[in-house]
């Protein structure tokens, strides 16, 4: 049986971090265990996400929920995927609900809670293993990003099988899929992951301040002004304008969220399947960093600059 990538995770992995989370781990488990949980049966299948091997060594250590140091030093960052920070000490990693009601102190036990769940799963999946880093196709020079850390697919060897990092992280709901990916295949495989972590509300899924957001609730958008976010939406319209193209989630272009898209861009939307023009009226989710425009800096947007970023979602 051909098993997908991010189903290549040996139960023994998990045993470690059972106990912990208030029980969430134990939930994921049980509802992926058909899959997460499976044995790859033969190791000899086509690798979905990563391309050649850059790396081939051991963990040393897990600073957080995607990133480690090897035992020659270098460090690694996992491609593709967004990860709840670990907290800066004296800080809290995110601003109050909606309703502003949310202690300081009850920030900073749930944002140190769910980075700490990220940081010792990727330990439980990874830590002290063999792994295998394969090139991730996002263009990086020498494989690495400014502050001179590898980017790479991650997958750990243990009695001949080979587990997929991000994969698993994503589909038991310690990760979200990156708005950086560049393999039409990969991107599919991971969002799948994903969505099958969101419907089951697994890890932080189960906590309501990493909901998709609601494209006609502008003011909860820019609320997370400068921080990864899904937002989804119904479409009103798509239009060009000099270089750019707006894909506009309400009449009122000037209050609304809007997504932009370069015209240079196009081509690769059109290329993976996406015809922009054609959202119109369709209800979709997109990815990415959540920034201001406006006059007052007061409506929410969004760049998408790769496909990957906008899924149909009246297709799920």
């Not at 020659?72 to 502003?100: C, T, Y």
């Not at 969220?257 to 922009?276: P, W």
Request: glycine share 10%; proline share 3%.
């Amino acid at each position: 049986m051909d098993l997908p990538q991010r189903c290549r995770i040996a139960a023994f992995h998990l045993t470690a971090m059972m106990g912990w989370w208030d029980g969430i781990l134990g939930a994921a488990i049980a509802a992926t265990c058909g899959c997460c949980c499976a044995l790859a049966q033969d190791g000899g299948s086509a690798i979905v996400c990563g391309g050649e091997t850059v790396v081939n060594a051991t963990v040393s250590h897990i600073i957080d929920g995607r990133t480690f140091v090897l035992n020659d030093g270098r460090e690694v960052r996992l491609a593709a995927i967004e990860v709840p920070p670990l907290p800066s000490p004296g800080q809290s990693a995110r601003a109050p609900d909606k309703s502003g009601q949310m202690a300081a102190s009850e920030r900073d036990a749930a944002a140190e809670h769910e980075g700490k769940a990220a940081k010792d799963a990727l330990d439980a999946l990874i830590g002290g293993d063999q792994v295998v880093l394969r090139q991730a196709d996002i263009s990086l020079p020498n494989n690495l990003d400014r502050y001179g850390r590898v980017v790479a697919y991650a997958y750990a060897q243990r009695d001949g099988e080979e587990l997929f990092a991000q994969g698993a992280l994503l589909e038991s709901g310690f990760a979200r899929v990156a708005d950086r990916i560049g393999n039409k295949g990969c991107a599919a495989e991971l969002l799948a992951g994903e969505n099958t972590a969101r419907t089951a509300k697994l890890g932080l899924w189960g906590d309501p301040y990493y909901d998709v957001l609601n494209a006609d609730a502008p003011v909860d958008v820019l609320a997370q002004r400068g921080r990864f976010a899904l937002v989804e939406g119904q479409v009103v319209s798509v239009r060009e304008s000099g270089a750019t193209i707006y894909m506009n989630f309400g009449r009122q272009w000037s209050e609304s969220f809007a997504v932009t898209i370069s015209k240079r861009n196009e081509r690769s939307f059109t290329a993976a399947g996406l015809d922009l023009k054609s959202l119109a009226g369709r209800r979709v989710r997109v990815r990415g960093f959540v920034e201001a425009r406006g006059a007052d800096g007061n409506v929410p947007w969004m760049e998408a600059a790769r496909p990957e970023q906008i899924e149909v979602a009246d297709q799920d």
